[in-house]
């Protein structure tokens, strides 16, 4: 079983300020992590990934991420935040064995205020 | 490449019609999925496909919703007698089974239905 935890439905931050999303999982195997981002009426849109191997993951946009095995946490930051930030982001939760049924948060609503 | 596509993006219908719609994953993506998202939700998984063959049913999936993948390359998903609780953003998403990106999901923009 595998579930996601986002703490914060909602963020609002100023601009080029630091970007904080809080996600925690729990998975029963060891799990492979996923950001995406969603801009309104859209689809989905990977911004990294943890599966193995160095646990700081840098991804698109200047967006990283880092797994910390023993807090069970996936949290995504960004140093300075820019107005085309402000989106949706889904932090979700997959194994390493057979098709990878993937789990997501209930997203967290990121506000870029001026 | 063009990514995963989908069609209609928007479907408006009335309660207890019946509505099809089309994902067209990502050329030689084995595995393709179907996914609904409520309003202030996270995207729920409701079947699986690898090639042609549905692997999963989530039990979101009611005898009213049917998918297909005939030849293993586009899917349809139908919903017949719909309720207004099957409003929601339909997501399609491809991956492929053998490749360094085979554990990340692509998906497409989504089909948002309304049903009134």
């Known amino acids: 079983a595998q579930s996601v935890t986002q703490l914060g439905s909602h963020v609002s931050v100023s601009e080029g300020a630091l970007v904080l999303l809080r996600c925690n999982y729990s998975s029963s195997v060891p799990p492979y992590l996923f950001w995406y981002v969603q801009y309104p009426n859209q689809g989905l849109q990977l911004l990294l990934k943890y599966t193995t191997g160095a646990t700081l993951v840098k991804g698109i946009n200047g967006f990283e991420a880092e797994f910390k095995k023993s807090e069970t946490s996936f949290h995504l930051t960004k140093p300075s935040a820019h107005m085309s930030d402000a989106a949706e982001y889904f932090c979700?939760?997959?194994?390493?064995?057979?098709?990878?049924?993937?789990?997501f948060g209930t997203g967290t609503k990121l506000q870029v205020i001026p | 490449d063009t990514g995963v596509s989908q069609d209609p993006r928007h479907k408006i219908t009335k309660r207890g019609q019946n509505v099809t719609f089309r994902c067209d994953p990502i050329s030689e993506h084995n595995r393709l999925y179907w996914y609904r998202q409520t309003l202030g939700q996270g995207p729920e998984f409701l079947t699986y496909?690898?090639?042609?063959?549905?692997?999963?049913k989530s039990r979101l999936l009611s005898d009213r919703f049917s998918a297909e993948r005939p030849k293993g390359s586009f899917s349809t998903l139908e919903i017949q007698r719909t309720e207004q609780g099957d409003s929601a953003m339909y997501l399609c998403a491809s991956s492929s089974l053998v490749s360094s990106s085979s554990d990340t999901q692509y998906f497409g923009p989504g089909t948002r239905l309304t049903v009134l």
């Open positions: 979700a939760v997959t194994n390493s064995g057979g098709y990878q049924k993937v789990t």
């Open positions: 496909f690898q090639n042609e063959a549905q692997l999963e």
